[in-house]
C-alpha cells in the first residue's frame, strides 16, 4: 500500500502565486489533516476533515483552503502566497475513530519556498 | 487549553548508553498522549500512545514512556541508544475530548547519537 502521498515534494513560488498541494491516501481513512513545520514549532495544523463533505479549520488557517468530494483526496489550496507560508507541509490521515483511539499516518512532506 | 512542553531542544548521548527525552503536559482533560519520531527528510511515525490504560507505555523500537499524572509529565526512555535513533521526536496531546482527531505538538526535541 502507498499509504498517504504527496505531491510535490518541492515547489518554489513567487509572491502572490496561487497553488494547491495534493494529498491521497489509500487506507479508507475517513479524517484527515494538513499540518505546517516550522523549524523549532512543531507541527501546526491547518485544516482538518471527518469525512467527504466536511472540513473544518484548525489553528493556522489564513490563507488556505480545503475541499473534501472524495475519501481520498484531500488538497491544500494556497491563495496569493505570501513568504509566510514558507514552510514543510504534510497530510495525514487516520481511522474513523479519530485520534484518541488510533494513530496518524503521515505523509513524507511538501517543502514550499515563497520568493 | 491543551498544551505541551518539551523541556529540552537537543539531547545528545553515545551510543548504547540510555535515552531520556522529557515531556510535560497540561490538560483540563484526562488526555490522550503521543510520542513521534521524525527522521530526516521524512514524515512522522507513531513510536508509543497514551490512552488511559496502562501508565507504562511500551513502543517500537525499544522505547517506552511512563504517564505520570502528579507530575503531569510523559518522558520518554530508551534503555540502549543505537545510531538509527538519531531524529527528531515530538511529544503530542489530542487537543480536546472525544475523536476530533486534533493533536497538539510540542516543539520537537533533536536527538544525536554518536558513536
Known amino acids: 500500500n502507498a499509504g498517504v502521498t504527496q505531491t510535490p515534494k518541492f515547489r518554489i513560488l513567487k509572491i502572490g502565486q496561487s497553488m494547491t498541494l495534493q494529498c491521497a491516501q489509500d487506507m479508507n481513512h475517513n479524517y484527515m489533516y494538513w499540518y505546517r513545520q516550522d523549524p523549532g514549532m512543531g507541527l501546526k495544523l491547518i485544516y482538518y476533515s471527518v469525512g467527504a463533505g466536511i472540513t473544518d479549520k484548525g489553528e493556522v488557517p489564513n490563507g488556505y483552503n480545503v475541499s473534501r468530494s472524495t475519501t481520498e483526496d484531500f488538497p491544500l489550496r494556497l491563495e496569493l502566497a505570501a513568504p509566510s507560508q514558507t514552510s514543510v507541509y504534510f497530510c495525514?490521515?487516520?481511522?474513523?475513530?479519530?485520534?484518541?483511539?488510533?494513530?496518524?499516518?503521515f505523509g513524507e512532506g511538501s517543502r514550499l519556498t515563497v520568493l | 487549553a491543551q498544551s505541551v512542553t518539551q523541556l529540552d531542544s537537543h539531547v545528545s548521548v553515545s551510543e548504547g548508553t540510555p535515552v531520556l527525552l522529557r515531556c510535560n503536559y497540561s490538560?483540563?482533560?484526562?488526555?490522550?498522549l503521543f510520542w513521534y519520531v521524525q527522521h530526516p527528510n521524512k514524515g512522522l511515525q507513531l513510536l508509543l500512545k497514551y490512552t488511559s490504560a496502562a501508565t507504562l507505555v511500551k513502543g517500537i523500537n525499544g522505547f517506552e514512556a511512563e504517564f505520570k499524572k502528579s507530575e503531569t509529565s510523559f518522558h520518554l526512555t530508551k534503555p540502549s541508544a543505537h545510531m538509527s535513533d538519531a531524529a527528531e521526536y515530538f511529544c503530542v496531546v489530542s487537543a480536546s475530548a472525544g475523536n476530533t482527531g486534533k493533536l497538539i505538538f510540542g516543539q520537537g526535541t533533536t536527538l544525536q547519537v554518536k558513536p
Open positions: 490538560s483540563s482533560y484526562s488526555p490522550s
Open positions: 495525514a490521515s487516520s481511522y474513523p475513530q479519530g485520534v484518541g483511539a488510533g494513530e496518524l499516518f
